[in-house]
Each structure stands twice: as C-alpha cells, then as structure tokens.
C-alpha cells in the first residue's frame, strides 16, 4: 500500500464511484505476473500461445467495435476552448467529470478494481513522471506491467506527498456510444471509460506521456515528444543519438529498429534502440539536449511486420509477448498479413469467426485474418538492439533532430535547417501526401506538425511557441533535419530503397551535426552533395542521387501558399518567427528564381 494520502484519498473516491468487487494493489513482482496471467486465461481474456515457438505468450482479441484509438472521442478539458486549440476537441472539465461518472458509476460491480502504480520513465529519475492507473482490465495491468515501471518502487519515490497522474479506466459495457477519452491537464488526470483497446486504455502511453506531458512540459520547461531516440554507433566505438519524428507510415518503429546494410556493417558501424515512440527531452548540465524513452516495451503495429520490413521486431516478439487482433491459428501460433511465413491451415480471425486461407467475402474480398492495426506488446530488454543506456537516468545526449514526410516529389531525401527556428518551421510544417492506391484523393497533403497532431494536449500554437523558446534555453542544441524515404520517379517507384539503407542518411546528418560532411546551399536548406552520402555496396541507377536531392524552387513557393493557410488557423498565438520563416523562404527561392538562366 502507500503513505500517500492524496493517492489512498482518490482512491477511495473512485471506488465510492465504480462500485467494485474488491480493490487489489498491484506491486510488480513476477508471481503477480502469474496470477494475473492465469486470472486472464481463466476468464477468457487471455490464450496461451504454443509455449516452443511463442514461449510465454498469449493471445488477446479485443470488441470488433474497439479496434483502434478512438481520436473523435478524445477531448481536451480545460477551463478555456482556446487553451485546447484548434487541432483538439474541447470539452468543460465539469461536463467531462459528469458525463464520465454517469457511464462509470457502479460499472465495476462484481469486478476487480487493479491499482498500478506507475513511472514513465525510469524510477528516479528526474526525467520521470509517476501516474497511478486505476482499472478493471487484466489486459491492461499486463499491458501496463510491460511498457511501464509499475509497483512497490514507484510508491515508494512517489513517497507520502509526492504528485501523480490520477489515471482511471473503466470498460463498463465497451458500447462506442458510451465511451469517452479525457484529459484534464489542469488537474493532471486522465478518464478513459467505455473502452479495452490499448491506444485508449493504457493510459500511461499517449495519454499520459503526450497529451499531459506536453502541457507538463511546456509549463516546466522541457519537450514531450512522438519520436524515437536511436543511437549510431561508428566504427571508431563513438556513439550519438538522434531523436527522429514521423507522422503514421513513415517507417518510425523500423527506423528506431535499424539494421546496417552491409556497405556499412563492414566498416563497424552497429545501431543502439533507446526508444521507436515517445522522447522525453531536457536540457542538461553540459548545455546539450538530452533524452529518455519513458516507456518500458513496444506497442507496435502486427501487419506489416515481417524479416524485410523489421526482422528486429521479429526477434523481440518471439517470446513473453502479448497478440492483439491478429490470426489465431488451431495450432496457437500467431499470424498477420503481410508478416513471416504461410498462414496456419485454419484458426480464427480478429473477429472470433472460423479462418482459413483464401477465404472472400460476398463481394469476393479476402477476408482478414488481422486486423489492419493488430498490435504486440512486448518488453523493451528483449529487443535485439536495445540499448544499454535506455535505463540510464541521466538520458542520452542528442546530436541531431529529424523530421519526415510522406512526399512523392517536392522533399528531398535529406536537408539540414540553417539554424534553431528553421528547423521549427520545417518541423511545424511535416507533411504526408495521400495516394490515390492507399488514402482516396491522390495528391491531398495532410499537415501533421513534428507528428504530434493527434498528441498535443494544448494550443499548437502555443506548442510551436514552446519550441522556438526551447531553442533560446538550450546553450548546445542539436542540429535539425528533414528527410524524406519516399521520394519516387516519373514512374511513380521509389527512387531510395529505406529500410536499413537509411544509415547511410544518418551517417551524413551525424557529420553535418559535428561540423562535418559535404554539403550544398539551397533555399530550403543544406543539401549533400551527390557524393556525400557513402553509398558503398549499394547499386542505384545514374543519376538517382541527383534526382534525390534535387530542389525544385516553383513547388516550393506553391508550398508555401499551403504552409500559409494551415498556419492561419492559429491565428492570435502563432509565434512571429514562423511567419518570419516563411518570409525568408519565400525571399530565398525568388532570389534562387531571379538567378536563373532565361
């Protein structure tokens, strides 16, 4: 139990409110671990994999309804609808409570009510936040015992009058139309009710660790963020870590999962994972910015998954691994398409329906055995690459700050920002283009500012406005990137090959961040030149890299237009120095035009 009298105090309060069984204090060690591994089998919540080819693993298949986060269900409660934005949906916090307690209020009768403790972040560290979940899912205790620090260690750092996040998570009858996300940052808290997916119920994840660190953040002055933290180390044994953020398909969690090609493995080159999704990042002692992974475990996407795409997430999730929503087969294995292997003869679907392989639908479709966002859950130190720093209290330092885009023809593969509040812009301004095969209307850009558009629990105007002050704080900040994987020809095929090929782009934003590397002025930024990048050991037709790097000034200004528009919706808390950017942008390539030969 705890000597917090503020935690024994909500505690009983919500209790009063759900009405549970009983309350049941969880403390993290491994014979809990069985008991809750067991209660779940026994209640159907859990199936036990083959325990040779998945040793302690389990299946897990959520409501058909409840297959993913629900963002349009997701509210900001603050006292004031500015304060929340324009990108978020805004709720009055008194109206979020009574609305919540109305489908919470005696929905835990006749079930167990878990207590977690938790720390995002590792304990003690003064990087870390500690949250206390309450929950009537065993699901999400397992859940929470993988991607957070949970138990007897947290209460005691949370000490009798340290603060916490009070997170409460009811499933009450998972009706869509009784469910509801809420946020409160003014009172550190977070309601989720209605609900078992992990996007929405393990709060510790995106709720906690973005939405209200954010706000934390920007009040305390460091950075939440929805990147990755990688570390590359060279053949000389330095090691330097980049954070990276990239909206959704844009290879995040492969990137953070990197394996050298060749060309470089051969020259000693190894990739260190401290983290594929949430950074928390501060300024240190030595002036630099420094970073941790708050979470403990990977909750990555299944589908897609396979030996070319990530054979490192392959390797973590071959054991002590929880399935959501992927294919069950009558041999308790797991499968997903697009993933390793043949599928199994027969099992059953993400739905709980009979499966076999080559089934269609009445519209002769074929029938999923997964569910597009079938989900892992797996802990971080069996990842093949992890790196022993990921636990350090202290972080990791960081050297270089990337973002992505999506972009058919307009981003070159890699530039580097002139300087702090150029590379705010180019993050503010990240974009992802939909396809005609995958999205609907080909060509449509969708604006997702440094990734963090469904994260962000405040104003993003006050947000880019954090980030330009950030840059005034930090006395050594870290060089800022663009990089676009998906760049593609007149014939509509990608013109780089990604995936591990991409170290040869770090390899060069690391020189450029020492002060190194060849480079070439261009009105967006500095670009390498065709021969900067080593591209030893991989063959790409002539004049590929030319095609890659190439900055073409009349789609930039067209782009500008559009970097206008999605900035006028934060009219009245936009910082100047964005709109200052865009003016030196514009400057910059009508000079570029200007000069040209007519």
Request: hydrophobic share 40%.
């Amino acid at each position: 139990m705890t000597d917090n009298a503020k935690l024994k105090e909500w505690v009983a309060e919500m209790t009063s409110l759900c009405g549970p069984e009983r309350v049941v204090w969880l403390d993290g060690s491994d014979d809990e671990r069985k008991r809750l591994e067991a209660e779940a089998v026994a209640a159907g919540e859990l199936t036990p994999l083959h325990p040779e080819k998945f040793p302690g693993s389990f299946y897990h298949r959520t409501d058909s309804r409840d297959v993913a986060r629900t963002e349009h269900l997701t509210f900001i409660c603050t006292q004031k609808q500015e304060d929340a934005g324009p990108t978020n949906l805004w709720m009055k916090p008194a109206e979020g409570y009574e609305r919540a307690s109305d489908i919470l209020e005696g929905s835990m009768t006749g079930r167990t009510m878990y207590v977690i403790p938790f720390s995002m972040g590792p304990v003690g560290s003064p990087f870390s936040k500690i949250g206390v979940q309450l929950t009537d899912s065993v699901y999400v205790c397992l859940n929470m015992r993988i991607m957070t620090r949970i138990g007897a260690p947290v209460l005691k750092v949370l000490g009798p009058a340290g603060e916490f996040t009070k997170c409460l998570h009811g499933k009450a009858e998972l009706d869509p139309e009784r469910r509801l996300i809420l946020h409160f940052p003014e009172d550190n808290a977070i309601w989720s009710v209605g609900s078992g997916y992990g996007g929405n119920a393990l709060l510790g994840k995106k709720c906690l660790s973005l939405r209200i660190a954010s706000w934390q953040a920007r009040k305390e002055g460091w950075l939440a963020e929805h990147m990755l933290i990688l570390g590359i180390e060279d053949p000389t044994g330095r090691v330097e870590y980049v954070t990276a953020a990239f909206p959704s398909a844009c290879g995040k969690t492969n990137l953070a999962m990197l394996i050298p090609p060749d060309g470089l493995k051969s020259k000693g080159y190894k990739v260190w994972t401290v983290g594929d999704d949430i950074a928390w990042l501060r300024v240190g002692p030595d002036g630099r910015l420094w970073a941790v992974n708050p979470e403990a475990g990977f909750f990555g996407v299944a589908v897609g998954t396979n030996s070319k795409s990530n054979p490192t997430a392959l390797e973590t999730i071959r054991r002590n691994t929880i399935f959501t929503n992927v294919l069950l087969g009558d041999d308790k294995t797991v499968w997903w398409e697009d993933g390793e292997g043949a599928p199994p003869a027969s099992g059953t679907d993400w739905q709980g329906k009979a499966w076999k392989p080559g089934m269609k639908d009445e519209a002769g479709k074929p029938v999923l055995g997964a569910h597009p966002n079938s989900r892992f859950t797996a802990p971080f130190n069996q990842c093949p690459s992890a790196s022993p720093m990921a636990d350090d209290p202290k972080g990791v330092p960081i050297s270089a700050i990337i973002f992505g885009g999506r972009r058919a023809r307009l981003a070159p593969l890699v530039y580097q920002t002139f300087d702090w509040d150029h590379g705010v812009y180019s993050g503010a301004t990240v974009a992802s283009e939909r396809t005609a095969a995958q999205y609907g209307k080909q060509g449509e850009v969708r604006r997702d500012p440094m990734a963090m558009l469904p994260f962000c629990g405040y104003n993003m105007g006050d947000y880019f406005a954090h980030w330009v002050q950030m840059g005034k704080r930090i006395p050594n900040p870290p060089k800022v990137f663009h990089v676009n994987w998906f760049r593609r020809d007149e014939n509509n095929k990608f013109l780089w090959p990604g995936y591990g090929e991409n170290l040869r782009v770090l390899e060069w934003i690391l020189a450029r961040a020492r002060g190194e590397g060849k480079a070439r002025q261009t009105p967006i930024g500095w670009v390498p030149t065709a021969d900067a990048v080593d591209l030893s050991g991989l063959s790409l037709p002539g004049g590929t890299m030319e095609k890659l790097l190439e900055v073409n000034p009349e789609e930039w200004k067209a782009e500008l237009d559009d970097h206008a528009k999605f900035f006028a919706k934060f009219e009245g808390r936009l910082p100047a120095e964005l709109p200052r950017q865009g003016k030196l942008l514009a400057e910059r390539l009508e000079a570029v035009a200007a000069a040209a030969p007519r």
